[in-house]
């Protein structure tokens, strides 16, 4: 079984910068692939950027160049650097791993709320 808690959430204005964590604890193993999700009231969640094992990121469009994934494997975290905030990031972000068979080894974290004011 494998823990997820994210934490570095909160509220800040329109350009501001926030970074998220996400501690991943238990049965981990590679390769893997962590990824960062997001979702907004009243919206379905969206992939936002992922980071495998092997160091190969990938982003969702609304927020390349802006955000920055990254990780620590020898402290099972992963990291999501966010600059120049907008409004429309404002949703609950939700950290995700998958690992070898992921229709068996797919877990979530509960997600941290991220607020940007105009």
């Known amino acids: 079984q494998v823990q997820l808690v994210e934490s570095g959430g909160g509220s800040v204005q329109a350009g501001g910068s926030l970074r998220l964590s996400c501690a991943a604890s238990?049965?981990?193993?590679?390769?893997?692939?962590m990824d960062w999700y997001r979702q907004a009231p009243g919206k379905q969640r969206e992939l936002v950027a992922g980071i495998t094992s092997g160091g190969i990121t990938n982003y969702a469009d609304p927020v390349k160049v802006r955000f920055t994934v990254s990780r620590d494997t020898a402290k099972n975290t992963l990291y999501l650097q966010m600059n120049s905030l907008k409004p429309e990031d404002t949703a609950v972000y939700y950290c995700r791993l998958r690992q070898g068979n992921w229709r068996t080894h797919d877990y979530w974290g509960q997600g941290t709320q991220v607020s940007v004011s105009s």
């Open positions: 238990g049965n981990i193993f590679s390769p893997n692939t």
